[in-house]
Nanobody
Framework: QVQLVESGGGLVQAGDSLRLSCAAS????????MGWFRQAPGKEREFVAA????????YYADSVKGRFTISRDNAKNTVFLQMNSLKPEDTAVYSC???????????????????WGQGTQVTVSS
């Protein structure tokens, strides 16, 4: 299985920025679309952003459009999530996931992802 490890989370103030990274263990990473999801305590896991295997298309939840940017570097087996203008509502555990498909409707559904990382905590204070 592809193993994914997230990093870059932390405690920041509202309006600050963070850059999350997700490193994959295998070269086959480049054949998968990648997504970021988040889950706050007592809340369902929600879609944040996704990118197709070659970076040709990106998708975002309405709540993060204009603030977050997803990107990938297949040569480094890494996907990134640049988070700007952070809000307290963004506080959650952020997880990356790998998906063998690239249809928009599929990439926004967490149950369609094959591999998951353990997550990294992002906390935004007011």
């Amino acid at each position: 299985q592809v193993q994914l490890v997230e990093s870059g989370g932390g405690l920041v103030q509202a309006g600050d920025s963070l850059r999350l990274s997700c490193a994959a263990s295998e070269r086959t990473f480049s054949t998968y679309a990648m997504g970021w999801f988040r889950q706050a305590p007592g809340k369902e896991r929600e879609f944040v952003a996704a990118i197709t295997w070659n970076g040709g298309n990106t998708y975002y939840a309405d709540s993060v459009k204009g603030r977050f940017t997803i990107s990938r570097d297949n040569a480094k087996n890494t996907v990134f999530l640049q988070m700007n203008s952070l809000k307290p509502e963004d506080t959650a555990v952020y997880s990356c996931a790998a998906n063998p498909y690239s249809l928009e409707t599929v990439l926004k559904k967490d149950d369609k992802y094959r591999f998951w990382g353990q997550g990294t905590q992002v906390t935004v204070s007011s």
